[in-house]
């Protein structure tokens, strides 16, 4: 793929950011971002489809990166194409509110997450094995990635799923955007 279509990856990882950052913006007050995941922006007003925009957009772009990652690692590649059938699935099967019993949709919810939490950070690694400059924020994101599965067990009642959770995402882009940038300097 050319150079062109490698900076279109950049641009929709910013695109897929905007409503996300909008809906932290407009909820403060009604979520904590301590404890409370970012997929419960689906119980805020319009936050079903703000949070849709972003997952499914990123989804898509992430799709691209790994088309774009051709010949660096297959596996690399099938464990991006998990990341966003994660995304998708956990878009099209929401979560249960806080305290809420847990559904068939909640499960599936849950179950798509653990798998593209744990399948990007994974990627992350063996694309730096051929490239050594992302080591660090692929190592950056598999720590929080294991921090923000680990925060699913409470200790003495303190909850922080939603920081976990934030730091994980903060970086899984920044991982997505030095894969995504690394592509735009490999074809200029």
Same mark, same amino acid.
């Given at each position: 793929m050319g150079a062109?279509?490698?900076?279109?990856?950049?641009?929709?990882?910013?695109? #897929?950011?905007?409503?996300?950052?909008?809906?932290?913006?407009? #909820?403060?007050?009604?979520?904590?971002?301590?404890?409370? +995941?970012?997929?419960?922006? *689906?119980? +805020?007003?319009?936050?079903?489809?703000?949070? /849709?925009?972003?997952?499914?957009?990123?989804?898509?772009?992430?799709?691209?990166?790994? *088309?774009?990652?051709?010949?660096?690692?297959?596996?690399?590649?099938?464990?991006?194409?998990?990341?966003? /059938?994660?995304?998708?699935? #956990?878009?099209i099967f929401p979560t249960d509110p806080a305290g809420a019993p847990t559904s068939v949709s909640g499960y599936v919810h849950r179950y798509a997450g653990a798998a593209m939490f744990v399948a990007l950070p994974a990627a992350g690694l063996l694309i730096a094995r051929t490239f050594p400059a992302l080591l660090g924020i692929a190592i950056t994101a598999s720590v929080s990635s294991a921090a923000f599965l680990v925060s699913h067990v409470s200790f003495g009642g303190f909850e922080a799923r939603g920081l976990t959770e934030r730091v994980l995402f903060a970086s899984l882009y920044g991982l997505l955007f030095a894969v995504a940038a690394l592509q735009v300097r490999r074809t200029s």
């Open positions: 062109e279509r490698r900076g279109w990856v950049v641009w929709g990882l910013v695109f #897929s950011l905007v409503p996300i950052l909008y809906l932290h913006v407009v #909820s403060a007050g009604q979520l904590d971002p301590v404890s409370d +995941v970012i997929s419960d922006y *689906v119980f +805020v007003d319009n936050g079903t489809g703000l949070l /849709a925009a972003t997952s499914l957009s990123l989804a898509a772009v992430s799709a691209l990166l790994a *088309v774009n990652l051709r010949g660096v690692s297959r596996s690399a590649q099938w464990l991006i194409g998990v990341w966003s /059938a994660g995304l998708t699935v #956990s878009t």
